[in-house]
T-cell receptor
């Protein structure tokens, strides 16, 4: 079956530091890949997505590239802000036309001034 | 996007009782799902709520424990039956509008504590 492995947190960074949160996956077929974010006290929000190999998803300064050869979808941001403090979830769907999501365990990011 | 509301937002229940959680969407959607997020854990899909037919449950989840209704394209309910402390979780409704873009939008969740 499908699975997602994320780097364990929590991760604590200083403001303006570079962020990488690793995500690797196991899947059959051609899954779509997502990063979701959960800010403190708020619901889960879609941050970015990629639907095929070599696609790059980007939003709010975050980027992730769908790497089929390494089965990875690492999340990066060049300069984090305090407002980026949240829990980040990597997820995938089972393939084209599928909605059912498989989530990683989540990585808690804390950014300190 | 879609605006999704859930009721109740939180509840504290006694062992052996049942709780029904409502999910309302501001527009018609194709797909509706129910997830569980146990304390400190990731989200796990419980079932797909199918309009006009029985829900499709994931492995490890059964209809007797988590009956689901979906009477129309904007509303669904999840009941957690015969609760035990192990059912303490956040329960989330999510919706998908367009199968091609397979994006999901999540409700704010219902935080359930079972004593």
């Amino acid at each position: 079956g499908n699975s997602v492995t994320q780097m364990e947190g929590p991760v604590t960074l200083s403001e303006e530091a570079f962020l990488t949160i690793n995500c690797t996956y196991t899947a059959t077929g051609y899954p779509s890949l997502f990063w979701y974010v959960q800010y403190p006290g708020e619901g889960l929000q879609l941050l970015l997505k990629a639907t095929k190999a070599d696609d790059k998803g980007s939003n709010k300064g975050f980027e992730a590239t769908y790497r089929k050869e390494t089965t990875s979808f690492h999340l990066e941001k060049g300069s984090v802000q305090v407002s980026d403090s949240a829990v980040y979830f990597c997820a995938l769907t089972r393939g084209a036309g599928s909605y059912q999501l498989t989530f990683g365990k989540g990585t808690k990011l804390s950014v300190i001034p | 996007s879609a605006v999704i509301s859930q009721k109740p937002s939180r509840d504290i229940c006694q062992r052996g009782t049942s709780l029904t959680i409502q999910c309302q969407v501001d527009s018609q959607v194709t797909m509706m799902f129910w997830y569980r997020q146990q304390p400190g854990q990731s989200l796990t899909l419980i079932a797909t709520a199918n309009q006009g037919s029985e829900a499709t449950y994931e492995s490890g989840f059964v209809i007797d424990k988590f009956p689901i209704s979906r009477p129309n394209l904007t509303f669904s309910t999840l009941t957690v039956s015969n609760m035990s402390p192990e059912d303490s979780s956040i329960y989330l409704c999510s919706v998908g509008r367009d199968r091609e873009f397979n994006e999901q939008f999540f409700g704010p969740g219902t935080r359930l504590t079972v004593l």
